[in-house]
């Protein structure tokens, strides 16, 4: 029934591609151009709203060019105000560099020069102090008491008017000293000051003018007494005297105000280093450390962010610019003001706010749009009908594309428009939605196949309906014969079509077959044989690399494509049929890959069954019992796996973890895997030791012969020799039995080892001659022996140890997960060590080795790219040598940590060891007996309880032994008495016996007895 539906859908659609339906036929069309029109009102509103931008933009530039022409004219000023604090001042220094100061060599000398002093303060009301640094490092300096903070801080009289701070050398020390003048230059009080002692030479006005020529002018400062700011003025005299006076910079500040260009604007000045000398608020430029000095401070703590825009501006000249800050925007101006021609310079800094700037131009602008605005509301009221008409149509066609965008190609009636354009564009949406829907559908059930055979038929029903064919064939290329072969056909007349046009075998006498023609023009063609014949289309499937895989042949009705303008179903089946090629080459790859991965699956365990002849055909067999026993947990309809199932991409992981669970015996070494005897690695080092025994035998002999040239009695001496002789060959013979490891060594026989390993034996050959370069390395720590050297004839040496590669250490282990106990040696191979081995031949460093497998099995697998769906085999593979109670190896994982198809593992991997006739060390065990064993680990928690019953209950232990287990070993079992001695846990030791015997008695066909 569902796939009645889908083809009568697939019909639906198809019809669907002749009809579009509209409502209503409109008389007539009216192109869309005929109301273009309609959109000059908008053009004009765009020229009004650009014109009125221009004039605001235009009003922007000229306000900015009044702002540059104002600061322009604030820098002359602020230029021609500076000059004028500055340069009488230069005068006055001058002055004063030529007078009897610069030499004056006593303090009376200097102090004659008061009214020198005095004169020049008088004259200049920017200067507070006039002093000299002479270079033997005394100073004066005449200051005039202005104000009540100076007069506080020197503590000076109510009538001075005058200080003059002197230090002097007397005696060697530097003396320093106060003196106070009234207005006539009358002293009126003089201090001893000896904390008033300084090096002038250390001071910068000093250190610059010393160096100069010429007057320097220091960089601003504020002052430690007046707590003014000021720079200084100094010049060295020809004498060498330095001249320094200090200029006040105060009467900046009261001009800052009036530059102001609006009333929110700031306005500072700051020297080269961006220190503030000036505020338009008049706030204190200077902040005081606690020790009480007064240190200018950078622009950055003024706390105005535009005024710390602007500082950041650099370059020569007038720089402006563009900047955000306290969440406005700004106009920031520096302005340079030289303090002389050339050098040193202070910077006007200016932040104009945009809001009061540009406000004539942003009220012009509102305005121009408020007019605009105006137009703009009479256009709509104009158009909004001429609007209405023309979207209609175009609104339903938005919602249209708006449910195609959603993936709802369903039809609807449309309203048709006059507009002959967007009619067309309504037919074409209708034919655009069934085309899509169809695509969809038809490449949604391609790529929904994942078997290649219905995959084919899909292709071929899907494009022959959607053709309304009458018929079709699917041919594929076939490489060998570099021809076609038809694989499928649709419809009833297929077999005529091949009788007109026999199957294709690369024969240029089929060159009028369509498929043939695909091949030779790699697109599609149609052919007639004859006026009555059906018309025959032919569409080649190519993939996304442009590579032929196939040919679809449909036979059409008459007429069904006809010529001229061509049909759009040629087209749409040619896109279908390039989505099939893409889906048919995809599912050829993923069947090339799976192919690929089975062989080289089969590939691993075949070589791991090679490798030694103890374990052939164990990896063959070990995935065919897993697969039976978790088909059979499968299947099961009530008990404990009534839940479990398994998807195909499952079985896919059970498969291949299943083949690949012991891969990691290809880092197995063989002569571990086949080691026969207790001293056997690559050879059988018994015969080394043979070799011992021996020249121990022929030593004695020539004890003998030596005994017998000094005279001793022949028949005592044969006797002796004789007697020798025996104790060697017994010992040498016990050696050789403990060797093969038959039956369990005692501490009795390894005492006896021991006590055979003190008979010594001569050596006169270099050991360490002719050994490769690991066993070299090993004998590194072990001092040679000079010859002729007396050794044991058993012994364990250090070079028997070898050790392990740092990679293979318990940290490596620990890493992975694995808990396991990593031996300290990767091998001992010492001789009394191996051959006091107590069960088996294998050290535990050997069974760490052969063990370990299961742990590069893990590795191996988990580092394989293996995709999604097989992520699971690593667990699958590496979990069978895991027990149920969390003592088995490499990660002790317990029954709920391992999944299902692990767990069978385990039981397979034990119950084909058992049973395998191919093991030469080992005869094969019956079928009872092999149950028996499995049973006791199952009591043990080894084994799953609930796998090992289904794996009776269910037979397989039958079905597997009848396929791969000799007639012989094939036996009577007692099912039910197995799952009760395995899973029983209140069996006393008595009925667990008697549950054995019956058991064995079973299997031997024997009446079972109580």
């Known amino acids: 029934m569902a796939v009645f539906d889908r083809q009568l859908a697939r019909k639906e659609c198809c019809m669907s591609l002749e009809r579009a339906p509209l409502t209503r036929k409109m008389r007539f069309k009216i192109p869309l151009h005929v109301l273009a029109a309609t959109g000059s009102s908008l053009v004009l509103l765009t020229l009004a709203a650009l014109l009125a931008w221009q004039a605001y933009s235009d009003t922007r530039k000229i306000l900015l060019s009044s702002v540059d022409e104002s600061v322009q004219h604030i820098a002359i000023m602020m230029k021609t105000q500076v000059r004028q604090m500055l340069d009488p001042a230069e005068g006055q220094l001058d002055l004063l560099s030529h007078q009897n100061l610069a030499r004056a060599d006593s303090l009376a000398e200097r102090l004659a020069e008061l009214p020198t002093a005095q004169s020049i303060l008088s004259a200049n009301a920017l200067l507070d102090a006039v002093y000299v640094g002479y270079p033997n490092g005394e100073f004066i300096l005449f200051r005039r008491l202005r104000d009540a903070t100076v007069r506080r801080v020197f503590r000076a009289p109510q009538e001075a008017h005058l200080l003059v701070q002197t230090q002097t050398l007397v005696g060697g020390k530097m003396q320093g000293e106060y003196r106070f003048y009234d207005q006539r230059n009358r002293l009126i009080k003089q201090q001893k000051r000896d904390n008033y002692t300084f090096d002038p030479r250390e001071r910068p006005w000093y250190r610059e003018a010393a160096a100069s020529k010429e007057s320097v002018i220091i960089d601003p400062y504020v002052y430690f007494t007046t707590r003014a700011v000021g720079t200084t003025l100094a010049k060295r005299s020809s004498e060498g005297a330095v001249f320094g006076l200090d200029v006040t910079l105060r009467d900046i500040d ?198 290649l055979e219905r995959l084919l038929q899909e292709v071929l029903n899907d494009v022959a309906e959607t053709a309304q064919a009458i018929s079709g064939a699917l041919y594929l290329v076939d490489e060998p014969s570099e021809g076609l072969t038809r694989m499928l056909r649709f419809g009833d007349n297929v077999d005529s079509l091949d009788d007109i046009y026999p199957l294709l075998l690369n024969d240029q006498t089929q060159a009028q077959h369509p498929g043939y023609r695909v091949i030779q023009a790699r697109r599609s063609v149609t052919a007639r044989a004859s006026e009555a014949a059906p018309e025959l289309v032919a569409v080649p499937l190519k993939t996304l690399g442009d590579t032929l895989i196939g040919v679809l042949t449909l036979e059409l009705p008459e007429r069904a494509l006809p010529h001229g303008q061509g049909d759009s179903r040629l087209a749409f089946v040619e896109a279908l049929a390039s989505t099939a090629a893409v889906a048919i ?41 897993t697969k039976l026993l978790v088909r059979a947990a499968h299947d099961a309809q009530q008990g404990p796996f009534a839940e479990f199932r398994l998807s195909d991409e499952d079985w896919e992981a059970v498969h291949v973890g299943a083949w690949l669970h012991d891969c990691g015996k290809v880092t197995t070494p063989e002569y571990v895997v086949d080691k026969a005897t207790k001293l056997e690695t690559v050879c059988n080092r018994i015969h080394e030791i043979r070799t011992r025994f021996e020249v121990l035998k022929r030593d004695a002999e020539i004890h003998y012969w030596r005994s017998r040239s000094q005279g001793t009695s022949d028949e005592a001496a044969w006797a002796e020799l004789q007697a020798k002789w025996q104790a060697i060959d017994t010992d040498f013979a016990f050696v050789a039995e403990c060797n093969v490891g038959g039956e369990f060594l005692g501490e009795d026989k390894v005492a006896r080892l021991r006590a055979i390993a003190q008979r010594a034996w001569m050596r006169t050959l270099d050991d360490r001659l002719g050994l490769s370069r690991d066993e070299l390395r090993r004998l590194e720590k072990v001092p040679p022996r000079a010859l002729p050297a007396v050794e044991s004839v058993l012994a364990d040496k250090p070079e028997h140890l070898v050790e392990r590669m740092p990679e293979e250490d318990m940290h490596h282990y620990a890493e992975h997960g694995f808990r396991i106990k990593v031996p300290a040696y990767k091998f001992n191979r010492g001789e009394l060590y191996n051959l006091s081995i107590s069960r088996g031949t294998l050290t535990e460093e050997e069974r760490f080795i052969i063990n370990d497998h299961i742990v590069q099995t893990i590795v191996m697998l988990e580092h394989m790219p293996f995709p ?71 009591r043990d928690a080894h084994l799953d309880a609930d796998l090992f019953e289904l794996f009776l209950r269910s037979g397989i232990c039958h079905v597997y032994a009848d396929r791969y287990m000799m007639a012989a070993q094939i036996d009577q079992v007692d099912i039910e008495a197995v799952i009760r001695l395995a899973t029983d846990s209140q069996l006393s030791d008595e009925e667990r016996k008697a549950l054995i015997q019956s058991i064995c008695d079973t299997a031997r066909g024997a009446t079972a007895t109580a």
């Open 254 to 451: 009261a001009q800052l105000t009036d530059l102001r260009i609006t009333a929110s604007s700031h306005v500072a000045v700051v020297d080269s280093r961006n220190r503030l000398l000036a505020r338009d608020n008049g706030e204190p430029t200077y902040s005081v450390d606690e020790n009480g000095e007064a240190h200018l401070r950078q622009v950055e703590e003024a706390g105005v962010p535009p005024i710390v825009a602007a500082s950041a501006l650099s370059g020569a000249g007038v720089q402006r610019a563009h900047k955000k800050a306290e969440g406005k925007d700004w106009e920031v101006i520096s302005a340079p003001v030289p303090l002389r021609a050339e050098g040193k310079a202070l910077r006007v800094l200016i932040a104009v706010p945009h809001d009061e700037l540009f406000h004539e131009a942003r009220q012009l602008l509102r305005r121009q749009l408020i007019i605009a605005l105006a137009l703009l509301a009479a256009s709509i009221v104009a158009g909004i009908w001429v609007v209405r008409r023309i979207t209609l149509p175009l609104r339903q066609l938005a919602e249209d594309t708006k449910r195609v965008a959603g993936f709802d190609f369903s039809t609807r009636e449309m309203h048709s428009s006059r507009i002959s354009e967007v009619d067309l564009l309504a037919k074409a949406t209708q034919q655009m939605k069934s085309t899509i829907a169809r695509f969809l559908e038809v490449s949604a059930a391609l790529n929904s196949e994942t078997r």
């Open 585 to 625: 080459e995809t599912r050829h790859l993923i069947e090339d890959q799976k192919n690929l991965l089975e062989a080289m699956i089969q590939l691993v365990a075949g070589a791991i069954d090679a490798q030694s002849p103890y374990t052939g055909g164990h990896c063959q067999r070990v995935p065919e019992l």
């Open 868 to 938: 999604k769906h097989l992520r699971q085999v690593p667990e699958i593979a590496g979990g069978h040598h895991e027990r149920m109670d969390g003592r088995g190896y490499p990660r002790g994982l317990k029954r709920e940590e391992m999944s299902v198809a692990a767990r069978v593992m385990a039981i397979a991997d034990v119950f084909e060891a058992l049973t395998a006739a191919d093991r030469p060390y080992k005869a094969p065990k019956t079928l009872s007996d092999s149950l028996l064993i499995m049973a006791n680990m199952v």
